[in-house]
């Protein structure tokens, strides 16, 4: 799969689609029994599994906004309470308050959930929230700006303030998405586009339930994506790893031919030098295992596998031989920075 077809590919999918699927069954399906009916059911159970998968793969910033997405969805949407009477409700301010926290937690770099750092990040949101209604309670006023006209237009049925902050925060969402690459952050512009239309909705309506849960969905299944994802890769050298060789040994339909490339005195160079040399080396022999007709594979430490598609043993021999004399007398400097200044040690290895 190219580059660019993975590029949209992680836009379509989960985002659009389940995005796509919300805006059906709030528009067609509002007033089905069976939809209605299992509201309460589904919205636990989406949260709960999040939670529980955001832990398992220690996606921090995942269980930020889920936390956030169960308080509005669970515990302030029965609560009812108005800033003023027919104007503005604590649900709606609240959301608004979310627009903005979002996009801050969505900047960060995921952290394990139950370590020090992920404890603060998972609690952004939630405190951010709590914090904010508390404010609320003592100053009403506080928050009258996020029901008040701001503009002299009226658009898409949102509060000025959820729209005006709503698209701010889907222009980080987006730019993060797109510089960093990174499938959580194509989630989070997808889960403030879902929260924009669930405000629409209002807090009373099951619209609004429809979007949270949709928001919700589509973080698990990025979590999972890109947990799997992961074992497929090997993080070094950015080659796939040893179960995606597995997988396409299994795929395999004629003849194959499978190398075992083994670094000499790798632990060795690995316990004098530390892990930042030996990185260094096998980064340098992945880039040169490349320029083989053959998949390449980080197995294990310093192992590589090449798997070759329909040859035999005998039509890969030259090709090794080749790779294995364009590897063997390479040198790398033991400290780039003291190396490029002239007082750095240069290691020839595998001799070292």
Do not use: C
């Not at 190219?2 to 379509?12: C, D, Q």
């Not at 399906?29 to 009916?37: P, Q």
């Not at 009403?140 to 009226?154: I, V």
């Not at 880039?287 to 998949?295: D, I, Y």
């Amino acid at each position: 799969m190219s580059k660019k077809v993975r590029v949209v590919r992680g836009w379509v999918w989960p985002g659009l689609i389940f995005a796509l699927l919300g805006v059906l069954l709030a528009t067609f399906w509002t007033e089905a029994s069976w939809l209605a009916g299992t509201a309460g059911v589904y919205t636990p159970v989406v949260y709960g599994a999040g939670l529980l998968l955001t832990w398992r793969y220690g996606r921090s910033r995942a269980a930020a906004v889920l936390l956030g997405l169960f308080m509005l969805d669970v515990l302030l949407r029965p609560s009812g309470a108005t800033l003023e009477p027919g104007v503005g409700s604590v649900w709606d301010a609240s959301g608004v308050l979310f627009l903005v926290v979002l996009p801050v937690v969505a900047a960060m770099k995921d952290r394990g959930v139950i370590s020090p750092r992920g404890l603060i990040q998972v609690a952004i949101i939630p405190v951010g929230l709590a914090g904010g209604l508390m404010v609320w309670a003592v100053r009403p006023e506080f928050l009258s700006w996020t029901w008040q006209d701001l503009f002299p237009w009226d658009l898409f049925g949102l509060s000025d303030a959820a729209l005006a902050l709503g698209l701010i925060a889907l222009m980080v969402t987006g730019g993060l998405s797109g510089w960093r690459g990174h499938r959580l952050d194509k989630g989070f512009f997808w889960v403030t586009l879902a929260l924009m239309l669930a405000l629409r909705g209002g807090s009373d309506s099951l619209e609004s339930t429809i979007y949270l849960t949709m928001a919700g969905l589509m973080l698990i299944v990025n979590v999972l994506e890109k947990s799997y994802a992961l074992s497929l890769h090997d993080n070094v050298t950015h080659l796939p790893a040893r179960r995606a060789l597995r997988r396409d040994v299994g795929r395999m339909r004629s003849s194959y031919a499978l190398a075992w490339v083994s670094i000499d005195d790798f632990k060795t160079l690995h316990d004098r030098s530390g892990r930042d040399a030996s990185d260094r080396v096998i980064r340098k022999i992945a880039n040169n295992l490349r320029k083989a007709s053959a998949g390449v594979f980080r197995y294990s430490g310093g192992q590589f596998a090449l798997l070759f598609a329909g040859k035999g043993r005998h039509e890969v021999l030259g090709d090794l031989e080749t790779l294995r004399a364009d590897i063997e007398d390479f040198q790398f400097p033991l400290h780039p920075k003291a190396a490029a200044n002239g007082k750095g040690a240069t290691i020839r290895y595998p001799s070292a």
